[in-house]
Nanobody, 124 residues
Framework: QVQLVESGGGLVQAGGSLRLSCAAS????????MGWFRQAPGKEREFVAAINRQGGTTYYARSVKGRFTISRDNAKNTVYLQMNSLNPEDTAVFYC?????????????????WGQGTQVTVSS
């Protein structure tokens, strides 16, 4: 089992950047592929990015590709989401999640563990 705690959210102006972190408990962090999802008010939770167990393969939603970068440091049990060129449409609660699936997946139902989320607000 793994517990996830997100941090790094906040208020930023359009065009700005934020770096989210997700710290995982336990000693088996490298056994999980990791993902970031987000949920805006009144909308369903949507996939943002995923990274495989060793960090060598990543996958992004079309809406964030080229602006966001997912990475991980298995020695620190942490996954990151660097977000650049933010716009108001990126405003949401961002969640990290862990899956025991070997490959990358953008299906939320395939993720076994979730953090509590961190709010990101982008002002125009």
């Amino acid at each position: 089992q793994v517990q996830l705690v997100e941090s790094g959210g906040g208020l930023v102006q359009a065009g700005g950047s934020l770096r989210l972190s997700c710290a995982a408990s336990g000693r088996t962090f490298s056994s999980y592929a990791m993902g970031w999802f987000r949920q805006a008010p009144g909308k369903e939770r949507e996939f943002v990015a995923a990274i495989n167990r060793q960090g060598g393969t990543t996958y992004y939603a079309r809406s964030v590709k080229g602006r966001f970068t997912i990475s991980r440091d298995n020695a620190k049990n942490t996954v990151y989401l660097q977000m650049n060129s933010l716009n108001p449409e990126d405003t949401a609660v961002f969640y990290c999640a862990a899956t025991t699936d070997y490959g990358l997946t953008y299906y939320a139902t395939r993720y076994d563990y979730w953090g509590q989320g961190t709010q990101v607000t982008v002002s125009s």
